[in-house]
């Protein structure tokens, strides 16, 4: 797994300077992984981008749809694979893949409604963001898969259960492995606090509460599969950025609508 987000790591980092990052430079480390480079011009060419059948090759989707969304687009596809093919114990992947993508979505509709300055950090902060699930598991194995049934069992918040057997979150695992994989700094912190807003640096605070946020917009998962259950924090949360019960409303429908487009493209 670590080679492969290293890399996507460097193709994200880049992506965020693209006026420094000549555009051939910036294909050639996605076409490091020809079925990356594949993946992202199928995904191109999807209803998704509008672009239906009108990109042949990696350089013409970086050219016509910008670093950022081929960013984005590698990353969709990469968590796409990894966490399909995988399970932890009685979770499937399917479970965990759809709720990393609802999360992303939902986060940058967030993101759009109440905290355009993270707009274009967003979908990635939310798709990634339980990356470090799959760390704990590398790591521990059965206990960790135990952990993680019983959260689904119990609905009680998944970092609870870590903190306890594991002294440490799957947020701020990743925290520490993704420094090795080159992610941007204020995408690192955002993932490593999304489950503590408050406590994140200052930097990406908004980033990590529109993250954490997603998860009580999205009340029922689509796959049944959330690390955080409703907790007495939830209202707390809404009401630091903002959110009304009406604009829950209205954010959820707008997501389901996305996810249908989405799934059915990187399915
Ligand atoms: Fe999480
Ligand atoms: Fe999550």
């Known amino acids: ?21 000549p555009l051939d430079d910036f294909a050639n480390k996605v076409a490091t992984s020809p079925q990356l ?27 016509i749809l910008g670093m950022r969304t081929v960013a984005e687009i ?27 993508l609802e999360i992303g979505v939902c986060s940058q509709f967030i993101a759009r409604c109440l905290v ?25 194995g059965k206990p960790y898969s135990e952990a993680v049934a019983r ?6 918040p998944l970092i ?3 903190a306890e057997a594991f002294e440490q979150t799957h947020g701020r695992r990743l925290l520490a492995r993704a420094g090795d994989w080159h992610f941007p700094e204020l995408l690192t912190q955002a993932i490593g606090y999304h489950d503590a807003p408050q406590e994140a640096p200052e930097a990406s605070r ?17 796959k049944g599969w959330s690390d955080m259950p409703p907790t007495p924090e939830d209202d707390q949360i809404l009401g630091d950025l903002g959110l009304q019960p009406e604009d829950v409303v209205d954010i959820r429908a707008l997501m389901q609508e996305r996810m249908k487009e989405v799934v059915s493209v990187l399915r």
Do not use: K
């Open 1 to 21: 797994m670590s080679i492969e987000f290293a890399l996507l790591g460097e193709i994200i980092s880049l992506s965020q300077d693209p006026t420094n990052t």
């Open 37 to 63: 480079a594949a993946e992202v011009v199928r995904v191109s060419n999807s209803a998704l981008y509008g672009m239906e059948g009108r990109i042949n090759r990696l350089e013409r989707a970086v050219l």
């Open 74 to 100: 590698a990353s969709s596809t990469l968590v796409a694979s990894r966490m399909r093919a995988m399970s932890i114990g009685a979770l499937g992947g399917d479970a965990l893949w759809m709720h990393s």
């Open 116 to 140: 355009p300055s993270v707009e274009s950090e967003a979908y990635l902060a939310g798709l990634l963001h339980d990356l470090g699930m799959l760390e704990m598991y590398e790591a521990h």
């Open 151 to 156: 959260c689904q069992r119990e609905q009680t």
């Open 160 to 162: 609870g259960l870590e």
């Open 206 to 222: 908004s980033l990590a509460t529109v993250v954490r946020a997603a998860h009580i917009v999205v009340v029922e998962p689509s």
